[in-house]
């Protein structure tokens, strides 16, 4: 039974020498992981605020190629007539300048339609042409 006892004690002899071994990680080592952590955490910050601000400059255009469409859309159908006319639509500036460009053909009138919007700091420029019979609606 003594023996039992000594060979008990001597292998917990040899796990505390085991776990005193084991010492962990020193100061420095730790030092170096928080560098490497903070350094990776500001990279990803940073490419989060690009994304972000990304997003809403395509939101911004989105928003006034939105409105250019539906502008240019409303010149189609209704009657164009040479000068400026100006608004606000939906929270944006636009400025729409018709003018009428000479044609060969008497029977053609072509138009030019300038397009000019602002959302704030951003500004977006259209510029489309149409042609219409000389029977429709256009006052030159």
Known sequence: MAYRCQLAHG???AAHAQVKGQRGFTLLEMLAALAVLAVCSSVLVA???H???ALQ???RSDRLSLTARSLMAEANVGRLQAGVTEGRWSGVTWRLNVSALP???AA???WRLDLALSDGSRQAHYSTLQV???GSEAVP
């Open 11 to 13: 292998q917990r002899s």
């Open 47 to 49: 490419a989060f605020g």
């Open 51 to 53: 994304s972000a601000r």
């Open 57 to 59: 400059q395509a939101q």
């Open 103 to 105: 044609a060969g053909n």
């Open 108 to 110: 053609l009138s072509v």
């Open 132 to 134: 219409r019979s000389a």
